[in-house]
DNA sequence: TTATTAGATGAGAATTATTACTATCTTGTC
DNA sequence: GACAAGATAGTAATAATTCTCATCTAATAA
């Protein structure tokens, strides 16, 4: 409704900017913007280095000592479940294997987060368009998929996805 | 130094064509074969939906029940050093997380596992072969360059990497 | 402002994923 | 078959994440 509500994030917009356009999705999704989570979308927008929840924690409690663990697990999760933070891998959480040590790639459902192989055959090669950032030495490229699998993509029955 | 040592594995391979091959990486490897070893690359050969490991543990003990977790993952781990498995992501393990939610690519360190951005921008367009298996709709395509970054691949004065 | 209240917080318990420890048991070799 | 190196099962310990609940706070309306 606010013009300024639907505004693009930008990587280069500055901190006033974020945190403005954070204040409005929070309003948005009826989200409380409490001091906890403004200090928390602060440290991830500084964040260079995609930090785990522990990290974050490290940082956070230099502004304020008395946040949990907790309060920055549940935040992380609301974020993410609204959109307001990406995060790095659909596959954290456990170890998954396979006996195909052959380079190939995954396609990876967004919803039940199946993988299914992506021969390397079936797919270009990767072409950068620029040179890379400060001489990383690439070895080969990895390609994922993203999507819905054939179930997830149906229109179920009873349960939605 | 035999000739079957060295076969290149097969995805199309058959299950007595790579038990030999495993059993010759075993021993060039001075891995003890194990029957616990064999029945786990056997079902990690059989699995084609990229177990965890504990699903591998649960069809596992069908063919030893008195087999433990802890097994389970000490091969795992060892499999995974002599490169006789693979394993899907470099990232399981801990949630990592950004603030930039603009669709975009990473530079995977393999060794100390630091992220770096690689700007959508900076990739042309991922491009199939062929057709995508089994109605599988993807969204969108994410690269990984998995690699050493700058600090991993120089030659350390004491430590190697 | 103040009152109200839905929802957030901090503390700690609980759960899940993974690793470590150790007494006993196998595999590979002679 | 005997030996030694290394593997196993069982269990304890640690790491990562989620849950529970009594208390507190942000957002709204009076
Ligand atoms: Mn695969
Ligand atoms: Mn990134
Ligand atoms: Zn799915
Ligand atoms: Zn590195």
Redesign the pocket.
Known sequence: MHPLRRVRIQPDMDFEKRLEWF?NE??AA????????EV?YRALVEAKDHP???MLYERVKRK?P?????????????FLDHGLIGEVSLH????RLEANNEPHHHLVCRHCRKMFDLPAAGVHAIRLRRALPEGFQVERFVVEAHGLCQECAAPKKRRSN
């Open positions: 204040r929070c309003a009826g989200l409380p913007c409490t001091h906890q989570r928390l785990s929840p522990e304020i008395s946040i949990s663990l907790g309060t920055v697990y549940r935040n992380i999760k609301i954290h959480g456990s170890l």
